[in-house]
C-alpha cells in the first residue's frame, strides 16, 4: 500500500485507495518522523498491560524496541498521529525533559487517560499540534518550539 505500511486484510481497490489517502495525509503532516517505524494496519485485537489493568483495550500501540506501530483498522484515522507522537518521543525524549515536565504537572486529572503520564500527555499534544487542534497556548509554543529547533538543527 505505501513503503513501510502493512494491512492484515484483503481490501478492495477503493477502500486501499481511501486509506492510502488517510495515512499519506498523517504521514505529510507528521513533523520530526523519520518514517522509520513499520506500520501494520490490524483487525486484530490490540492490548496492553496498562490497557487491560484499566479494564479496556487500546486502538494503537508503538513499540520503540521493534519500531512498529501496529493500529485497529477502524481507527486509524484517530490514532495515527498519535502513535507517530510516540515513535518521535522515543527517539527524542521529549517527554522526559525538565521543561515538558513541568507542562505534564500542570495537569490535575490523572482519570483522563492522556493525562495518566508524560509520555501519553506527549503523544496527545503532538496529536492535537499536527493536526492544528492544540489549544493550549503553553504546550502550542512548546510543540512549535521544539519543532522549529530540531527542524532547523538538521536532524530530520
Excluded at 500501540?61 to 501496529?70: A, L, N, P, W, Y
Aim: aromatic share 14%; hydrophobic share 35%.
Amino acid at each position: 500500500i505505501l513503503p513501510n505500511v502493512f494491512i492484515t486484510k484483503e481490501l478492495d481497490e477503493k477502500q486501499e485507495k481511501i486509506l492510502t489517502g488517510i495515512i499519506q495525509d498523517k504521514l505529510d503532516s507528521a513533523l520530526l518522523y523519520d518514517n522509520d517505524y513499520y506500520i501494520i494496519i490490524t483487525d486484530d485485537k490490540l492490548s496492553t498491560g496498562a490497557a487491560y489493568a484499566a479494564g479496556g483495550n487500546t486502538v494503537g500501540v508503538t513499540d520503540g524496541m521493534f519500531k512498529t506501530i501496529r493500529i485497529n483498522f477502524g481507527y486509524i484515522y484517530y490514532a495515527l498521529s498519535h502513535e507517530i507522537g510516540h515513535a518521535v518521543d522515543n527517539k527524542y525524549g521529549f517527554s522526559e525533559t525538565e521543561e515538558f515536565l513541568a507542562l505534564y504537572n500542570r495537569e490535575t486529572d490523572r482519570e483522563y487517560y492522556f493525562n495518566r503520564h508524560p509520555a501519553e500527555y506527549f503523544a496527545n499534544g503532538y496529536d492535537l499540534f499536527v493536526n492544528g487542534k492544540l489549544e493550549d497556548e503553553e504546550l502550542l509554543n512548546y510543540f512549535t518550539k521544539i519543532t522549529e529547533t530540531e527542524v532547523s538543527d538538521g536532524h530530520i
